[in-house]
């Protein structure tokens, strides 16, 4: 009765999985979009952080695939959830600066500001979120827990690189749409 409860369970499990998985990525990507676009009264900035920050999250499931061969779905829940609550802040400061500086400089310049401003912040936050997690990961046996911790760090890294390289090379790029409204003479 062991092994056909088992196969039964995870049948069951495989089952609901992808439609379990993409309502609550849905949920959480909606939610996270909706409050940021409200915070910055924009569309375009939460599309570009929740894009960063999403493509953290899937990366890290690349990542935990190719390392271990295996990414346990409570792990993924907890590590999207937390990278999605706490990394989007990285982008959301980055994002603030930007927009602050664009009032009085050319997009270049505002950039240069951004990184002034937002990246003693970003990389003490960010260090936190990938060192802690990352030594628990080495030094705990439960393979649950080694799992998720080791998860939040490989995540909460890509999340800083994406929020430190691309971030701020799409708000240039897309600086019409992300200053909208902005009147001053910076805009062009």
Not at 32 to 48: D, E, G, K, M, Y
Not at 73 to 88: K, R
Not at 143 to 167: D, Q, Y
Request: aromatic share 10%; glycine share 8%.
């Amino acid at each position: 009765h062991y092994y056909v409860g088992e196969s039964v369970m995870y049948a069951e499990m495989r089952a609901g999985f992808d439609h379990e998985m993409n309502v609550v990525s849905l949920l959480t990507i909606l939610s996270i979009f909706l409050i940021v676009a409200i915070t910055f009264r924009s569309v375009i900035v939460p599309l570009i952080l929740v894009v960063a920050v999403m493509t953290a999250v899937y990366v890290n499931v690349v990542v935990a695939g190719i390392v271990s061969g295996q990414m346990l779905y409570l792990a993924y829940l907890i590590v999207q959830a937390i990278l999605m609550g706490a990394t989007i802040d990285y982008g959301i400061l980055f994002a603030n600066y930007y927009r602050e500086n664009r009032k009085t400089m050319l997009p270049t310049d505002a950039i240069c500001a951004a990184y002034r401003g937002s990246i003693r912040t970003i990389l003490t936050s960010g260090l936190i979120m990938v060192i802690g997690p990352g030594a628990m990961a080495l030094f705990i046996d439960d393979l649950m827990i080694s799992n998720i911790v080791g998860c939040l760090a490989v995540g909460a890294f890509v999340a800083v690189v994406l929020t430190l390289t691309v971030v701020p090379a799409v708000l240039v790029a897309l600086d019409k749409w992300v200053v909208y409204g902005k009147k001053n003479r910076f805009n062009g």
